[in-house]
C-alpha cells in the first residue's frame, strides 16, 4: 500500500497519467506495483508539462485571430489572456488533459472559421478521443456545414478510433472500449451535495428540487437539441460568422459542462476561452448593459471558481454550485446576444453555404 502512495506521489510530481494497471510476467502483488516497472508493473506515460500549454496557446492565439471579423489587439488579447491563465493552472497542477482538450477545440474553431475542414475534423476528434465532451460539438458543425464537415469528422473519428488496434491486442482494445462505454458514459452520481458533479442536476438539487436521473437526461438531450437548432437559426437568420462562432463556442462548451454525464470542476476550464473572450469583446464593442453585466459575471464566477482549488478554503463556491450557473449565464449571453447582433444588419457578402471564409489565413 506504501507502494502505491508513492506512485501517487510520483505520478502527481512527474505530471504522469496512468493508463493501466498490467501485471508482469511472474504475476505481481498489490505491494509489489511499482513506477517505472517497464516490464510489467504499473504502466505510466510521461506526459510533459509542455504539451498541454503550448496546444492550448496555440489554440487560443489562432482562434483570436481567425474567428473574429476584427481580431484583437494585444492589449484586449493581454487581458483576455489574465482569465484564462488564472483558469488554466488548476489544470497544469494534476494529470488530467483538459487543457489540451480545450487547446484541440479552439484549433477546431479556428480552422472552421478558415473552412480548414479536415484541420477542423482531426482537431475535434483528437479533442474527443482526450475527454467524451468534444463530441457535442462536433454534430452541431456537421449540422450547419453538413458537406464539407460531416464526412470528414466521421473518417477522422473512425481513424483515431481504429489507431489503438495497431498497437495493442484486438481483445485488449475491445475490452477497454467495453469498460470506457460501461464506466466512462456512467453518471456515477453522489448523494452528497458537497461532492457530486457540477452540473444542471446539482444547481436543481442544491436550489430547486432534487431531479432524477431520468429526467436529467432527458434535460441533456433536449438542451443539445435546443444548441444546435439555435446555431441553425442564427445561420439561416445570416447573422455575422464572428458572431456565430462565438455562439457556437458558448453554447456548445457550456452544454458541455452543465449538461455533460460527469462534469468535474477542474474541467470548466475548457469553458475558460469562450468566457474570457466574450467578456473583453462584450466591453471593447457597442452591447446592452444586460449583456455585459451577464458575460462579466459569468467569467468573474468562473475565474474565481477555478482559483479557489489552489487555496485550503473548502471550495465554497462549489458548494454553492457557482461554476454550472455561470455557464448557464453565459450560454444565456451566447443564446440571446448573438441572436440580436445577428438581426442588426448583415454582412456586406455572405460566403457560400459551407464556406464561411470570412476571414483568410
Excluded at 454534430?139 to 481513424?159: K, S
Excluded at 481504429?162 to 462505454?181: K, M, S, T
Excluded at 432534487?210 to 438542451?223: C, D, F, I, K, N
Excluded at 443539445?224 to 464572428?242: I, M, N
Aim: glycine share 6%; proline share 6%; with cysteine.
Amino acid at each position: 500500500m506504501e507502494s502505491l502512495i508513492e506512485v501517487a506521489e510520483f505520478v502527481q510530481l512527474r505530471r504522469l497519467r496512468i493508463l493501466r494497471l498490467q501485471p508482469s510476467e511472474g504475476g505481481v502483488e498489490g505491494d509489489e506495483v511499482r513506477a517505472g516497472g517497464w516490464g510489467g508493473g504499473l504502466r505510466v506515460v510521461q506526459v510533459d508539462a509542455l504539451p498541454a500549454p503550448a496546444v492550448f496557446l496555440l489554440g487560443f492565439r489562432w482562434w483570436t485571430r481567425t474567428s473574429l471579423a476584427r481580431p484583437l489587439c494585444r492589449e484586449h488579447r493581454a487581458v483576455a489572456w489574465l482569465p484564462c491563465a488564472g483558469m488554466a493552472c488548476v489544470t497544469l497542477m494534476d494529470v488530467q488533459l483538459n487543457l489540451l482538450a480545450a487547446g484541440f477545440i479552439l484549433i477546431t474553431l479556428a480552422a472552421v472559421a478558415l473552412s480548414r475542414w479536415n484541420m477542423a475534423a482531426l482537431a475535434v476528434s483528437l479533442a474527443c478521443c482526450l475527454k467524451a465532451y468534444p463530441v457535442a460539438l462536433a454534430p452541431v458543425i456537421a449540422v450547419v456545414y453538413p458537406r464539407r464537415f460531416a464526412p470528414r469528422w466521421l473518417a477522422a473519428m473512425a481513424l483515431c478510433l481504429a489507431l489503438p488496434f495497431l498497437f495493442q491486442q484486438p481483445a485488449y482494445v475491445v475490452r477497454q472500449y467495453g469498460e470506457w462505454a460501461r464506466w466512462g458514459l456512467n453518471q456515477r452520481r453522489s448523494l452528497d451535495l458537497d461532492r457530486g458533479f457540477q452540473d444542471a442536476m446539482m444547481v436543481c438539487r442544491r436550489w430547486l428540487a432534487p431531479m432524477s436521473r431520468q429526467t436529467y437526461v432527458g434535460l441533456e438531450v433536449g438542451a443539445g437539441a435546443v444548441v444546435a437548432l439555435l446555431r441553425l437559426r442564427r445561420r439561416r437568420r445570416q447573422a455575422p460568422p464572428e458572431e456565430l462562432l462565438h455562439c457556437m463556442a458558448g453554447l456548445c462548451c457550456g452544454w458541455m459542462r452543465v449538461f455533460g454525464p460527469a462534469t468535474e470542476a477542474q474541467t470548466y476550464v475548457q469553458l475558460a476561452p469562450a468566457a474570457a473572450v466574450v467578456t473583453v469583446l462584450a466591453w471593447a464593442r457597442p452591447r446592452p448593459a444586460w449583456f455585459r453585466t451577464l458575460v462579466t459575471a459569468s467569467c468573474v464566477l468562473l475565474t474565481l471558481s477555478q482559483l479557489q482549488l489552489l487555496l485550503p478554503v473548502n471550495r465554497p463556491l462549489q458548494h454553492l454550485s457557482v461554476q454550472p450557473i455561470a455557464a448557464l449565464l453565459l450560454m444565456a449571453a451566447c443564446g440571446v446576444g448573438a441572436g440580436r447582433a445577428g438581426r442588426q444588419g448583415v454582412a456586406a457578402s455572405q460566403p457560400s453555404r459551407d464556406q464561411p471564409q470570412f476571414r483568410t489565413a
